[in-house]
């Protein structure tokens, strides 16, 4: 099979790594290139392999994943593989610097097999996938009346339609999905997501996410439904 997504797993622990394994070995459209227990493996490893995806625990010795992380999307720009970070603590400092540092996606580890390897295929084409308590957590950190004038000058910025777009890039929506909700062609969903990510100056799906509950945009559209 040609055009697998090449996979890094990196935890510190062996029995984790090789559950990861069992997951990604029943997907045939992955190949695992290589394993890691800390940060420093996993650059190590980026920098040999050049793999289109690395699974990140956040809480490993020698260097934490969240650093290797950071590291790796400085490095390599725009070139770089698509981190997925999976860890069983869901702290809100966590979620943030996973995401800051260049994340394409936050999982937590009951994440199901089926979430997971899903999220490794839509990391593989740059689009974000984020556990709906992850979610929850975003918005119930973010619900603050006095963003809302911050989301006005965000909302004057964009079309009609941006609008829309950004509102399911928002909630994790892939561009197919959106393009299904919307009724429009998935090319020009990409279209509006290029877009988008120029007018605000953002790099990554992820990067939007965080952005649209920082600047209150998320809570203002629930409040609006």
Request: net charge negative.
């Amino acid at each position: 099979m040609t055009d697998r997504i090449r996979l890094v797993l990196a935890d510190d622990q062996a029995i984790v790594r090789g559950g990861y394994r069992l997951i990604c070995q029943a997907a045939p459209e992955i190949e695992i290139v290589g394993e890691a227990s800390d940060g420093h493996e996993a650059i190590a490893l980026v920098d040999q392999l050049q793999p289109d995806v690395v699974v990140m625990d956040v809480r490993m010795p020698g260097m934490d994943g969240l650093t290797a992380t950071e590291r790796i999307v400085a490095k390599y720009g725009d070139a770089s593989p698509r981190v997925v970070v999976l860890t069983t603590f869901e702290n809100d400092e966590y979620v943030y610097g996973a995401l800051r540092a260049g994340a394409t996606s936050f999982l937590l580890k009951d994440t199901t097999p089926e979430e997971v390897i899903r999220a490794i295929q839509l990391a593989s084409i740059g689009e974000v996938a984020l556990s709906p308590s992850i979610i929850k957590r975003l918005l119930n950190r973010h619900v603050k009346a006095s963003m809302f004038e911050s989301s006005d000058e965000v909302l004057a910025m964009l079309t009609e339609r941006e609008v829309e777009v950004f509102q399911y890039v928002a909630k994790g929506l892939s561009n197919t999905e959106i393009a299904g909700r919307l009724f429009i062609a998935e090319r020009t969903v990409k279209g509006h997501v290029s877009a988008i990510f120029a007018k605000l100056s953002l790099t990554s799906r992820a990067q939007a996410v965080v952005y649209a509950y920082e600047h209150g945009l998320v809570q203002r559209w629930s409040s609006d439904t």
